[in-house]
């Protein structure tokens, strides 16, 4: 009988896009982008956030097949690309961003820039799309599909949180604390990026 869900699949998921959307480190961003805002408007913010970055990744999740068959891209080349995405992102990580985006007035800031790009941004928009492809593959397809959209959940609830109580974890944390946090962030986001870039090339290989 087939399981409902693939632990481990879950788990390579939900450890990846959390590295990559990185929960702790949007604290300091939200607080800069709402540094306007009451509390209850912060709330309305992080939420909205946080339903406009799923909306996206989940569209890409489901469409993403049909794009990729339109361009004519191979999963081997979507791994490979996302896999040095990946990388420029986890070096921003580790030598670290100090400029808060800007936003322009008269913008929802919960919609751009936060909902997207930086929560729903290419890569993790890329590694929803290489872990789908990779599920299309699989021979539990079901279980395949529930790991990947528990994983894509329980994430989006981890940023929610840490929105939602941001004042209180940035207290906790401290600047210090956050920087740790995000760098540490980066270095496991990098080791990805190389395992996605590895994978690519064996693929390419094989094919070839």
Same mark, same amino acid.
């Given at each position: 009988?087939?399981?409902?869900?693939?632990?481990?699949?879950?788990?390579?998921?939900?450890?990846?896009?959390?590295?990559?959307?990185?929960?702790?480190?949007?604290?300091?961003?939200?607080?800069?982008?709402?540094?306007?805002?009451?509390?209850?408007?912060?709330?309305?913010?992080?939420?909205? !956030?946080?339903?406009?970055?799923?909306?996206?990744?989940?569209?890409? /999740?489901?469409?993403?097949? !049909?794009?990729?068959?339109?361009?004519?891209?191979?999963?081997?080349?979507?791994?490979?690309?996302?896999?040095?995405?990946?990388?420029?992102?986890?070096?921003?990580?580790?030598?670290?961003?100090?400029?808060?985006?800007?936003?322009?007035?008269?913008?929802?800031?919960?919609?751009?820039?936060?909902?997207?790009?930086?929560?729903?941004?290419?890569?993790?928009?890329?590694?929803?799309?290489?872990?789908?492809?990779?599920?299309?593959?699989?021979?539990?397809?079901?279980?395949?599909?529930?790991?990947?959209?528990?994983?894509?959940?329980?994430?989006?609830?981890?940023?929610?949180?840490?929105?939602?109580?941001?004042?209180?974890?940035?207290?906790?944390?401290?600047?210090?604390?956050?920087?740790?946090?995000?760098?540490?962030?980066?270095?496991?986001?990098?080791?990805?990026?190389?395992?996605?870039?590895?994978? /690519?090339?064996?693929?390419?290989?094989?094919?070839?």
């Amino acid at each position: 009988m087939e399981t409902v869900v693939d632990a481990q699949l879950l788990g390579s998921v939900f450890v990846t896009l959390f590295v990559i959307m990185d929960p702790p480190g949007t604290v300091p961003i939200f607080l800069a982008l709402t540094a306007s805002m009451t509390g209850r408007q912060r709330v309305r913010a992080a939420r909205q !956030a946080v339903a406009v970055a799923f909306a996206v990744i989940i569209a890409f /999740a489901v469409f993403g097949r !049909a794009l990729l068959d339109y361009l004519h891209i191979s999963l081997p080349a979507l791994q490979c690309a996302g896999g040095l995405l990946l990388l420029l992102v986890a070096l921003e990580l580790l030598t670290g961003k100090d400029e808060a985006p800007a936003s322009a007035e008269g913008v929802n800031v919960a919609l751009v820039p936060l909902g997207t790009p930086l929560l729903a941004g290419p890569g993790a928009i890329v590694a929803t799309m290489v872990f789908v492809q990779g599920a299309n593959k699989s021979a539990h397809h079901i279980a395949s599909y529930v790991a990947i959209g528990l994983g894509v959940l329980l994430v989006h609830v981890c940023l929610w949180a840490a929105m939602r109580f941001a004042g209180r974890i940035h207290r906790i944390l401290g600047d210090g604390g956050t920087t740790l946090v995000t760098r540490i962030a980066g270095l496991l986001l990098s080791a990805i990026a190389v395992q996605l870039i590895a994978d /690519a090339v064996r693929a390419f290989v094989e094919q070839g």
